[in-house]
T-cell receptor, first 112, second 117 residues
C-alpha cells in the first residue's frame, strides 16, 4: 500500500465549477498535511496546509481533513483555466526531520 | 517569503561524468534540506535528507555512493550525481525548512532538469 494515494485523473471541470481533489494516507500517526500545485516542468508551490480535523479555508481553496478516515481533500471554488495543473497531496511522515511524502498527484483540467 | 535557490536550473552532461547541484536557502537557516527526484508524469520521490554537519540519510533504494550529499552550512546543501547514466535523467528538486519557524512548511527550489546523454 502506498503511503499517500491520489487518483491520477485527469479531473475535468468547467470554468466556475467546484473541483474536488481527494487523498488518502496510510500512516495513522501522520499529523500534517499539505496541498501543492505543480505546473508542467516547474517545482511544486504550496497552496495550503492543514493540521486539525475539519475544514480550513483560504480564498477559493478549502482543505478538509478527517484523521479517523485518513482522508484529506482540497476543494477549489470558482475554478479557473489557470488552475489547470497537477495537485500533489503531501503528508509529513511521523517523527523528526519533517519528511514530506507525496502522492502521485491529480491532474486537473479546467475548461472554458 | 522564504526563498530556496537551486542551481543550475538545467544541465546536460555526458554519460560517466559527475554533476553537482546546489541548493541554498537565501533568507533563512535550514538545518535540514531534502532532495527529491521526479520522473516524467510521476510524483516527487524523496531521495535523501540532508543534515547540516552530519551525514545524509538516504531513502531505501537510493545509492548513497552515487548520490553524494554535502550539507556544509546552514544555508547550502549540494547533491552530486556521480558517474551519471541516461537513467539518471530526471528533475531534481530540493526543499528546506526554516529552522526558526516552528510550523512553517517546506520551501522548494525551482528544480534542476538533468539530461544525461
Amino acid at each position: 500500500q502506498k503511503e499517500v494515494e491520489q487518483n491520477s485523473g485527469p479531473l475535468s471541470v468547467p470554468e466556475g465549477a467546484i473541483a474536488s481533489l481527494n487523498c488518502t494516507y496510510s500512516d495513522r500517526g501522520s499529523q500534517s498535511f499539505f496541498w501543492y500545485r505543480q505546473y508542467s516542468g516547474k517545482s511544486p508551490e504550496l497552496i495550503m496546509f492543514i493540521y486539525s480535523n475539519g475544514d480550513k479555508e483560504d480564498g477559493r481553496f478549502t482543505a478538509q481533513l478527517n484523521k479517523a478516515s485518513q482522508y484529506v481533500s482540497l476543494l477549489i471554488r470558482d475554478s479557473q483555466p489557470s488552475d489547470s495543473a497537477t495537485y500533489l497531496c503531501a503528508v509529513k511522515r511521523p517523527g523528526g526531520y519533517n519528511k514530506l511524502i507525496f502522492g502521485a498527484g491529480t491532474r486537473l483540467a479546467v475548461h472554458p | 517569503g522564504a526563498v530556496v535557490s537551486q542551481h543550475p536550473s538545467r544541465v546536460i552532461c555526458k554519460s560517466g561524468t559527475s554533476v553537482k547541484i546546489e541548493c541554498r536557502s537565501l533568507d533563512f537557516q535550514a538545518t535540514t534540506m531534502f532532495w527529491y527526484r521526479q520522473f516524467p508524469k510521476q510524483s516527487l520521490m524523496l531521495m535523501a535528507t540532508s543534515n547540516e554537519g552530519s551525514k545524509a540519510t538516504y531513502e531505501q533504494g537510493v545509492e548513497k555512493d552515487k548520490f553524494l550529499i554535502n550539507h556544509a552550512s546552514l544555508t547550502l546543501s549540494t547533491l552530486t550525481v556521480t558517474s551519471a547514466h541516461p537513467e539518471d535523467s530526471s528533475f531534481y528538486i530540493c526543499s528546506a525548512k526554516d529552522r526558526g519557524a516552528r510550523n512553517s512548511p517546506l520551501h522548494f527550489g525551482n528544480g534542476t532538469r538533468l539530461t544525461v546523454t
